[in-house]
């Protein structure tokens, strides 16, 4: 599976990073990116789907990769 984040919604909320930061990292203005190529399983799509569950903007989504 791929995550992704959609850079129009993302606001900056931070909690993907903070619950993920094995998948997510973050540009200078504190929004969140995707880390490496977003290919993610095990816990790291464990984690994934916690961070897009917990979004409040919904920018993150999980597809096949
Ligand atoms: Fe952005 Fe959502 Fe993360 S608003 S910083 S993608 S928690």
């Known amino acids: 599976m791929k995550v992704f984040i959609d850079a129009q ?3 900056g909320h931070g909690r993907c990073f903070s619950l993920a930061p094995s998948v997510f990292g973050f540009d200078e203005l504190g929004n969140g990116h995707v880390l490496g190529d977003g290919v993610v399983e095990g ?11 917990n979004c409040p ?8 990769s």
């Not at 903007?57 to 096949?64: D, L, T």
Request: with cysteine; glycine share 4%.
């Open 57 to 64: 903007e919904h920018a993150i989504s999980i597809g096949e």
């Open 9 to 11: 919604r993302c606001q």
């Open 43 to 53: 816990e790291s799509l464990a984690l994934a789907r916690l961070a897009e569950a």
